[in-house]
């Protein structure tokens, strides 16, 4: 793991930046998911209406806890076992939780991440951050660096190279009910 590439991306997190990184499925952009001013921007880069939500990434699930109700001690139980691929959990969301991130939705998109850097990230920055696929919206999705830079119109503050993990996009579970909305 290159820790200067790390170090490099919390930086530009925490200046309210916008970056690239690789997930377990393609390379996602993100961002502080407490900076309003940082996801209007990477809205923007990506030409995304924010109706339609995005996904926090964590590397433990006590970094989303503030931004979700109360969740049970079933449900961390729940969201404690491993998992056999990259899962994002569909959570109640905490009140106060802006709709730029939640979209027109009652429920936040969180997934708890195995991707040795983007753990690493959330790691060393202690936050969650935005996730979503680093295409504009609508466009392919990617795990090249040289197609992130072509496509979008906009530059980004940093790039997170590494390999994606080559998996098949998350699988989504709502919580509450159990229900598999994305196999």
């Known amino acids: 793991m290159v820790s200067w590439q790390i170090n490099l991306a919390v930086e530009?997190?925490?200046?309210?930046?916008v970056i690239a990184y690789p997930t377990e499925s393609v390379y996602g952009l993100g961002c502080d998911?407490?900076?309003?001013?940082a996801i209007s921007r990477l809205l923007s880069i990506k030409n995304r209406p924010y109706h339609k939500g995005l996904i926090i990434l964590v590397s433990d699930i006590s970094q989303a806890q503030p931004f979700l109700a109360p969740l049970s001690k079933s449900q961390l139980n729940q969201l404690a076992q491993k998992q056999t691929r990259a899962t994002t959990w569909l959570i109640d969301k905490a009140s106060d939780?802006?709709?730029?991130?939640?979209?027109a939705h009652?429920?936040?998109?969180?997934?708890i991440t195995d991707h040795p850097l983007a753990h690493c990230l959330c790691s060393?920055?202690?936050r969650p951050i935005v996730s979503t696929s680093a295409n504009l919206s609508g466009k392919p999705t990617t795990r090249s660096t040289a197609r992130i830079r072509n496509q979008l119109m906009q530059p980004l503050d940093f790039i997170l190279?590494?390999?994606?993990?080559?998996?098949?996009?998350s699988?989504?579970?709502d919580l509450s009910t159990g229900k598999m909305l994305r196999s």
């Open 12 to 17: 530009a997190i925490d200046q309210g930046g």
């Open 33 to 37: 998911a407490r900076s309003l001013s």
């Open 97 to 103: 939780v802006s709709p730029l991130l939640s979209g």
């Open 106 to 111: 009652n429920k936040l998109a969180v997934r």
């Open 124 to 126: 060393q920055l202690g």
């Open 161 to 169: 190279s590494g390999k994606c993990s080559g998996q098949s996009p």
């Open 171 to 173: 699988q989504i579970i």
